[in-house]
């Protein structure tokens, strides 16, 4: 097995936040009262419960390291995420930044940052 990173990310409700990943073509692997974990392929996201968490003050943030970061912004706009520059959930589809990398983003309902940074060839 390769080394590999599953962010824990906060909640407000986690039946909501599996509704909005399944959207995005993550499925359930473990969920109770007290975590969740979500997978996409390779990708791996678990989430606790945070009810009283903010979106507008949310710090919470990863990256999300895709072989096609541009296809997974389309899933994203497909399933309805608004490409837009504030507002919760949002998505913007990847763009070369100063560090060489195509990198985009989304916003989930719960304001966490999930940022979509291309793999280099």
């Known amino acids: 097995m390769t080394d590999h990173a599953t962010p824990n990310l906060p909640s407000r409700d986690l039946d909501a936040?599996?509704?909005f990943y399944a959207a995005l073509g993550f499925e359930p692997t473990?969920?109770?009262?007290?975590?969740?974990i979500?997978?996409?392929?390779?990708l791996t996201l678990e989430f606790f419960p945070y009810p009283d968490l903010d979106p507008a003050t949310s710090w919470f943030s990863c990256c999300l390291r895709l072989d096609d970061a541009d296809a997974f912004s389309a899933v994203c706009t497909a399933a309805?995420?608004?490409?837009?520059s504030g507002g919760f959930p949002r998505v913007r589809?990847?763009?070369l930044e100063?560090?060489?990398?195509r990198i985009?983003?989304?916003?989930?309902?719960?304001g966490t940052l999930l940022r979509l940074v291309q793999n280099p060839s």
Do not use: C, F, I
Request: aromatic share 8%; net charge positive; charged share 25%.
């Open 93 to 95: 589809a990847p763009v």
């Open 104 to 110: 985009g983003y989304l916003v989930d309902p719960d």
């Open 80 to 84: 309805g995420v608004p490409e837009r």
């Open 17 to 19: 936040t599996a509704r």
């Open 98 to 101: 100063h560090s060489g990398l």
């Open 38 to 42: 979500l997978k996409r392929g390779g």
């Open 30 to 36: 473990w969920k109770d009262g007290g975590w969740m």
